[in-house]
């Protein structure tokens, strides 16, 4: 445990130490503000909500979580520090999960940033509070999911660039599996359950759910259990093949 | 014990001289002593089986657990028995592949406390493989590492605990800088409070690091990358140091610093390092393994390794006067002479190297015939032997002396 909160200090801390930090939260920022403003109608809805504005936060991630989960592990391979790191007195999973964390929490920061939106809509009208944080942990949660697929990718390549299309594209399966377009896809010749698993697998349907403001234990569990695989896959991985 | 503690009961008894064995009294003394050691291995086994066999579901652990400990008994002595175990690094037939390429081939050696081990090999030989698998960061296809007799596959976090590594070229966290970093290895080291800071001022001291504490390492020039790599290698003062080319890109002094710093920790570590440079092996190693397209091809003293040199022990003689110039054919007439080899001869003072028979000491019989022959000496030394030419002659397969290769 203590090993984890070290490694974990360290790599949160440099996060902030390089411009990365400072990038990703104003683009986060600007763009989530962008997309509910502009293509989400915030205003002309006329409602007090930010449904607009989470609707938008899959997509959003789909570019910018790679980016930030792209260096996890790459950057130590192709710099070398991961011989340094692994020679350590840790175990692997520690490393792992402290590594996965001090991203998630970064991501965790750059979202808090949005608050002068949630602001806005207090100031403005009456929202449901409840469905808000609910649709932030929803948002935690999806993030997490996509951090995780980003780090066990990354940790395939000494090559950013390679992680980052990669990790890109498993999570654009992810969303698109939830898609009414896919699926519509798929309704037309495929049997009702093979829809409904293809769906289930979607991180849309889940993280939808949550953002309606009910957090159900199917949901929850869902991210939970990928995030898990997820990191699982990654330590055995660097297991597998650290020096390589 | 000495480096090869690994001594059994059964190797003492082997090992002593033929010559006394029929020495009745010390016999009797030594399988006294055999008979002791016996029962206290026979009573540890004994306890560990009973474990073994009364485990149940854990009982596949608890025999790994059994062969573990009985590699560990054969490595540090039996428990109870030699209460300080010393630490030392035990490598078992450790193979590497990488696809086609076999990078370590069956390498065995032991090292023990208080010697310096100097890896040597051309590029390639696998002396960085080899490190990396007794620093747990490789998985050897096949063979064991043992370090304070522990197996690293077994309990890897307790191993690299007690190991300081300095990884080929370096790597460092090129956005910290060097306090932050070093900051970080003392908390994973498990310092915490006063006694990291103390521990870091102690070590940044011991590395002059002092100047560029605070500048980002991927600042720093070479040299000081180094040291700051250094620093971490050394921080918690392990029992086990690892040092992947440490002086590779010092400036002369920070070199002789380094060596001294070896030195100075020599004593109470094991410290495995490898190196190009083949003074650096003279000036801190206590022993030397070349190693060469994987194989170990030589083990043993920088002071035996010159004595392979065809060089060893010969003279080097400049001499001037009359007939110096067709001196070559009395210096080869001389007995214990085995060649006699002219240098060319300038301003009127010849040169010659002479290379004495195996076991010859040629200097005065040399100096008597310059004397005889009227000639003034002006140069006679007795050349130690040149590792340079030794490293090159065992890791191409050449032989180095007479005698051949090992
Ligand atoms: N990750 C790897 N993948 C494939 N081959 C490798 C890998 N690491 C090392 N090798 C190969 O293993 C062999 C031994 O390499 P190693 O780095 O141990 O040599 P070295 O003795 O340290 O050489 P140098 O003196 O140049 O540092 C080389 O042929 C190298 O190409
Ligand atoms: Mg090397």
Redesign the pocket.
Known sequence: MANIWVIFKRELASYFMTPIAYVFIVIFVFLSGIFAFYMGNFFARGQADLEPFFGFHPWLYLFLIPALAMRLWAEERKTGTIELLLTLPISIPQAVVAKYLAAWVFSGIALAFTFPIWWTVNFLGDPDNGVIVASYVGSMLMAGAFLAIGACVSSLTKNQVIAFVITAVVCLIFVLSGYPLVLDFFSGWAPQFLVETISSFSFLSHFNAIAKGVIDLRDFVYFVSLIAFWLFANAVLIELKKAD | MGPVAAATARDTFDDRPEGQAGRYSEWLRARRDLKKRYQSLYCALRERCDIAEHGGAKRRRRSTDLRCWITRCACTGIPGENENVEPKVEIRHLSKRFGQITAVDDVSFCVGRGEVLGFLGPNGAG??TTMKMITGFLAPDSGSVIVGGDDIALAPVAVKARIGYLP?GAPLYADMTPLAFLNFVAEIRGFRGEAKRARIEQTVQRVNLEEVLNQPIATLSKGFKRRVGLAQAIFHDPEVLIL??PTDGLDPNQKHEVRALIRSMAQAKVIIL?THILEEVEAVCTRAIIIARGKVVCDSTPAELEARSRLHNAITLAVKGDGAHEAAQSLRDLSGVEAVEALGHIDGIARYQIYPKAGELLAATVSQVARERGWEIVQLTVERGRLDEVFRAVTTGESASSEGGM
Do not use: I, T
Request: charged content about 65%; cysteine-free; aromatic content about 0%.
């Open positions: 002396k960085s080929e992947d080319e490898s």
